[in-house]
């Protein structure tokens, strides 16, 4: 078994890097904005808006299907 497949090589990395920095630039020109936060900064409970609860949402009964 070859070990370069489980790693990138120097080119692919290189090429990896160009795009993401094209793609941070083009979403800059476009009047984005990058927002840096202090390390380990969390949210607020109060900000944060659950809207579903635990577990799988229960399935609909199909009427014809019930009996």
């Given amino acids: ?3 370069t497949a489980l790693y990138k090589d120097l080119v692919q990395i290189k090429d990896e890097r160009t795009e993401h920095e094209k793609l941070v630039a083009d979403y800059l020109e476009k009047g984005g904005a990058i927002t840096y936060l202090e390390p380990f900064a969390r949210t ?3 900000d ?3 809207t579903h609860g635990w577990g799988k ?3 609909k009964v199909d ?3 019930k009996g």
Avoid: E, L, R
């Fill in 63 to 65: 009427p014809a299907k």
């Fill in 48 to 50: 944060i808006a659950y």
């Fill in 57 to 59: 949402k229960k399935k």
């Fill in 44 to 46: 607020d409970n109060d």
């Fill in 1 to 3: 078994m070859s070990n």
